[in-house]
Each structure stands twice: as structure tokens, then as C-alpha cells.
């Protein structure tokens, strides 16, 4: 842990993902994976742990988002809905970055 | 006509900002939002003062409302750069406290002078060495867009302070203004078109 000159630990300097940004990632990876995406290959491709993985995969399946699909093994599909927030997320993030701000 | 262009498009982008803002609940895009709709609104202000004067067949009773349009252009121009300064610098000073302290100048008209467009000027000049560094940084096109825009109305408050000395350089300070807010139109378009 680096410490700073008093002895205290010092604050990370990293900004923390928003929960929007979770949920995006997420989605860019089931994207990514032709729509059809194997959770651990969601929690590599968005970099969280399992607990988080299972939480946020009932969130976004709760929001309409995703959706579960396969028999025997899960694998998680974009809905109509969350193909047209991922691409209105696209040109809300492509405006933001034009300006150099980061959602 | 070019001010109510450029107001339109002013107008634009802060919609999407608005757009941004509601889909990310990102401060910096909020702030982008008010900073545009300020800028828009002092842009409408100044064109509408602008056109009562030549309504009213350039009357010399009437050419107060030139001061009153550029007082509240400058003043809404002053808190939009300033917001977007603070959106970039980030910092946590209290922003009401400073918006507070800016309601307490005592508000006289004046033309436009050489201080107003110098402080313009410096604050358009830090925006846009802020986008240059993002453009530097991302290398696309949007980004060369905003970048271009903000050097234009840069250059735009440059001609409107040799206009104080010379009227010559009036029509080219419009023209780099106008040019400004198209390339912002450019960047809008590029980014709404469909995927």
C-alpha cells in the first residue's frame, strides 16, 4: 500500500466504474460475443467477480435488457430493447468524448 | 442571421447534452448543457437587441439596446466558458458560492470592450487547448470537430477585440463565430447519424 507523507494510506487515484458503465460494459461483451455470450466470458470481457456478475446479470435480464437463452449451458442474448439502449449509449459516449468528457 | 444561426445550433448541442446528461447522470454533461443553453440564450439576446435597432431604422434613441444585448451575451458567454472550465479543471470549489459572488457585481451596460473580449478570450483559449489535448489523445474526427470549433470562436473573440480598434475586422469576427458553431453542427450530426 503506498502511504503518503503523514503515515495515512494514500487515496487511489482510479475513478470508480458507475453502475452504467458496469452494466454497458457488460453488454458490449454479449455484443462482442454475437449475441450469444457464456457468463464467464461476460466476467472476463467486463472485469468482475462472480458475485457481482450474478447481481447485475438479474438486473439487467430485470431490466429487459438481456435475456438467458440455451439449454444446457447459460448463454445470454441482447433484447430489441437493449440493442437500442447500446446504441443510444454509443452517441451519447461518442458526443461526450468529442468533448473529452467520460461517462 | 449569423447569431440566430449560431444560436440555433447552440441550442442543439445543448440538447443532446441534456440527452447525455439524462442517460449518464455525468455532472460534466450537465454542465455542458447549461453552458450551451447560456451561450444560445445570450447569442438570441444580442441578435434580437440587434435587429429592434435596425427595426426602429437605426434610431439613436434605440442604440442602448446594443449595450444591453452585449452586456447579456457577455455575461451569459462569462458563466458559460466558465462552467465549462470547471468541468474541465474539476475542481470542488462551492459553484454556487461563485455564481453567487458574479450576481453581486454591480450590473452596468457597457459596449463592447477590449477587457470583456480579453477575458473571453482567455477562457475560450483554455477550452481549447482542454480539446486539443483530448483531440491529441483520441485522434478521431468528432474530437477535431470540437477542437476546431472552440479555436474558431477562439479567433472570433480575437477579431471582436481588433474590431474595438479597427470596425474592419467586425464581419470576419462573425464569420469565424458562425464557422465556429458549424463545425459544432458537424460534430452533432456525425455523432446522431444512424449506426
Known sequence: MISDTQGQPAKPTTKYRSQLRIYVDMMYVIQRESNQAKPTRILYGANLSHDRLVKYLEELEALGVIQESGTEDKVYGLTQKGIEFLNNFRKVESFASAFGFKI | ?195
Not at chain 2, 447569431?3 to 460534466?28: D, G, N, P, R, W
Not at chain 2, 474541465?88 to 457597457?110: D, I, K, M, S, W
Not at chain 2, 477562457?123 to 489523445?137: E, G, P
Not at chain 2, 464569420?175 to 449506426?195: D, E
Open chain 2, 1 to 195: 442571421m449569423m447569431e440566430f444561426i449560431a444560436c440555433v445550433i447552440a441550442i442543439a448541442v445543448a440538447y443532446q447534452a441534456m440527452k447525455a446528461y439524462k442517460l449518464s447522470k455525468e455532472k460534466t454533461l450537465l454542465y455542458l448543457n447549461l453552458s450551451f443553453v447560456l451561450i444560445g440564450a445570450g447569442l438570441l439576446v444580442d441578435a434580437l437587441s440587434s435587429f429592434i435597432v435596425l427595426l426602429a431604422g437605426l434610431h439613436r434613441g434605440f442604440f442602448y439596446l446594443f449595450g444591453v444585448g452585449y452586456t447579456i451575451n457577455f455575461l451569459a458567454q462569462l458563466l458559460a466558458y466558465g462552467l465549462l472550465v470547471y468541468a474541465y479543471v474539476h475542481q470542488t470549489r462551492n459553484l454556487t458560492a461563485a455564481t453567487e459572488a458574479l450576481a453581486a457585481v454591480p450590473l452596468l451596460f457597457f459596449e463592447r470592450n477590449a477587457v470583456t473580449e480579453l477575458i473571453l478570450i482567455f477562457l475560450l483559449v483554455y477550452i481549447a487547448i482542454q480539446t486539443s489535448i483530448n483531440y491529441s489523445m483520441n485522434k478521431n474526427t468528432n474530437s477535431m470537430l470540437v477542437f476546431g470549433a472552440f479555436t474558431s470562436l477562439s479567433i472570433a473573440h480575437v477579431f471582436f477585440l481588433l474590431y474595438t480598434v479597427k470596425p474592419l475586422f467586425y464581419p470576419f469576427a462573425h464569420i469565424a463565430q458562425l464557422f465556429g458553431f458549424l463545425l459544432l453542427l458537424a460534430m452533432l450530426l456525425r455523432v446522431n447519424r444512424p449506426s
